[in-house]
């Protein structure tokens, strides 16, 4: 409906497009949140630079990675040596807090409204901040849940106290055997619930959240409705951008706002009821 038709990147000056966000936010009868990584990143969790080379120092040195994202992909040679990666990516992106304040930000201006949040991002932050897991639906996964990498069956586990314990016995960028985990039912290795290819399990709580989700979009049809967009790349635009694009033409009452740090773009078919905002996200809530 979108891809082929011009789009622009600009909705209106900066401080304008902030003062028609904060009318918007206050007049919605509903908000839809529709969150990418870019939202993350705006809260600390950066997966290249500093904070890659401060807790994988040793298997840059070994294999030259440059971020912490592609290294989670390397073929190691032992299940000891993926899981010791592993499980320190899993311990600083999900159980370790956010550096900044984001998503406590978000909440706060969002949590007296009647809002869901839609995610593709796997990092559990808007849980820990205070939102209601009633109203989040995570599409692609969460760093906190392991499957059957075959998968024999559509069940997740938690993994907090293995993951935990893997980083703190950990040597040479090994864990030690006992400590793989392997399926309860057919005996295979574990994976991370992560949407990487068509292995990945959406289990009776993704269902659920999926129904939740559905039912927020009926409810809602044909009212006063906010879509925003908050660091949604090019990725996977058919989750999140191109259903907020639909959505917002389909209901003249509805209106679509986008906050990213350089892609920030619209439809021009939606672009009088559009708001895009090229700026740090935190900047932008703290400005809200």
């Known amino acids: 409906m979108f891809s082929k038709i011009t789009t622009i990147k600009s909705t209106g000056n900066y401080w304008d497009s902030i003062e028609k966000l904060k009318k918007e936010l206050r007049d919605a009868d509903a908000v839809l949140i529709g969150a990418g990584a870019g939202l993350s990143a705006s809260a600390g969790f950066t997966y290249s630079g500093k904070r890659f080379e401060e807790n994988f120092a040793d298997f840059i040195e070994k294999y030259g990675f440059r971020d912490m994202y592609s290294a989670g992909f390397y073929p190691y040679n032992t299940l000891e040596e993926y899981w010791a990666y592993w499980s320190r990516y899993v311990f600083i992106n999900r159980y370790q807090d956010a550096p900044n304040s984001v998503y406590r930000d978000l909440y706060r201006l969002v949590q007296k409204k009647d809002y869901f949040i839609l995610t593709t991002n796997v990092d559990h932050c808007f849980q820990k901040a205070g939102f209601d897991k009633r109203r989040l639906f995570y599409t692609q996964g969460d760093y906190g849940l392991w ?3 075959k998968p024999c069956h559509d069940q997740t ?38 949407r990487a290819d068509n292995t990945f399990v959406e289990d009776n709580g993704w269902h659920v959240a999926a129904g939740r989700y559905q039912d927020f979009i009926r409810d809602h049809k044909g009212r006063r409705v906010l879509y925003w967009e908050l660091g949604v790349g090019g990725n996977t635009p ?3 951008k191109y259903p907020f694009w639909q959505m917002t033409a389909a209901n003249p009452k509805a209106i679509y706002a986008c906050v990213n740090f350089g892609e920030a773009y619209v439809p021009e078919k939606i672009a009088k009821r559009s708001i895009c905002i090229h700026a740090d996200i935190g900047e932008i809530l703290k400005q809200l």
């Open 147 to 149: 499957q059957c990498s």
């Open 157 to 194: 586990y938690d993994n907090e106290a293995v993951i935990k314990k893997m980083v703190a016995v950990q040597q040479r960028r090994r864990i030690p055997s006992e400590l793989i985990p392997y399926c309860p039912i057919c005996g295979a290795p574990m994976a991370m619930n992560l």
């Open 238 to 240: 058919g989750i999140i």
